[in-house]
């Protein structure tokens, strides 16, 4: 058997933010609590023919699978499900991932830990280079908080975002575009913004912030389908669309729930709303008596 020495214990705590002091059962012990895969602490089993299924799974790849095994911490069915999920990881190259790994840390949240949750919600985040993931976030900073009006929530709240659905950064700039285009066209020009933050009515922040990062996570395109939806399903006019979206963006995510293009919470804890024939109903009778009224 080969025991892990202190050195490679510690420094597998340094990579998880963990304190690296103490003897070799402390850190053990600490590595294990935080979850890290128990074959990268305890002492390695004595070698064995392992079965076919695992050498495809895991040998088949031996870059990328020791890239998301050493760099990630992950185990070994995550790496499978990984490396099916999107085999474009067996082609990358892993000195612009780690890069792109080094730059999300430095950048939004240190520690692999977090990043190792992302990349299993979505490990396109890999694929996207060091440039563009920092092009979009120097676009994404310079959009949400130098404006003349309140955005309601700080960076950590966009670092959490991304982790949760990577997409929102790794879409680019590009993307940013398109959907700040689509949304001037459908009426939400700088103007409604400031009428709907500065209205009396309006909720504090940060308690309802604006729905900038739910709107860019949705995209142009899932914008647009949800639109479609409402003027299919509920007759809606392009006029109406403007009108009831200019009062209250949130009608936008409605939409997008209702039309199935919501892909989910945009971020843990948020109430989006769920799917339910009968929720919905409710929410579509309430704006059917706002554009009648």
């Not at 995550?78 to 999920?85: Q, T, V, Y």
């Not at 979009?136 to 670092?159: I, T």
């Not at 309802?208 to 479609?228: D, H, K, N, S, V």
Request: some cysteine; hydrophobic content about 40%.
């Amino acid at each position: 058997l080969r025991c892990f020495t202190a050195a490679e214990l510690k420094e597998r705590c340094l990579l998880l933010g963990l304190v690296a002091t103490g003897k070799k059962a402390d850190l053990r012990k600490r590595l294990l609590e935080s979850g890290c895969p128990r074959d990268l602490v305890v002492p390695d089993v004595p070698e064995r023919k392992p079965p076919k299924e695992e050498v495809k799974a895991v040998e088949a790849n031996t870059a990328a699978a020791r890239f998301l095994r050493e760099e990630l911490f992950l185990p070994n069915d995550a790496i499978e499900k990984l490396l099916s999920d999107c085999p474009k990881l067996e082609e990358a190259s892993t000195e612009a991932m780690l890069e792109t790994l080094q730059f999300l840390e430095e950048e939004l949240q240190p520690g692999r830990v977090p990043w190792a949750l992302a990349v299993q919600n979505d490990a396109w985040i890999l694929l996207a280079s060091k440039d563009r993931l920092k092009a979009a976030l120097v676009w994404l900073e310079e959009f949400l908080w130098n404006q003349d009006w309140a955005v309601g929530f700080g960076r950590q709240a966009v670092s959490n975002a991304i982790q949760h659905k990577p997409k929102l950064l790794y879409q680019g700039v590009e993307g940013y575009e398109e959907t700040t285009s689509w949304l001037e066209e459908h009426g939400l020009d700088d103007d409604a913004v400031r009428t709907y933050v500065r209205s009396p009515t309006a909720v504090p922040f940060p308690v309802e912030p604006y729905p900038w990062i739910e709107l860019l996570q949705i995209g142009a395109g899932g914008l647009e389908e949800a639109t479609r939806w409402v003027k299919t399903e509920l007759q809606w006019t392009d006029s109406q669309v403007s009108q009831v979206i200019r009062k209250n963006p949130h009608a936008l995510l409605l939409m997008a729930t209702a039309s199935g293009k919501s892909a989910g919470q945009p971020y843990p804890g948020y109430p989006l709303p769920v799917s339910k024939e009968s929720w919905l109903d409710t929410q579509i009778e309430k704006y059917k008596m706002l554009t009648e009224a």
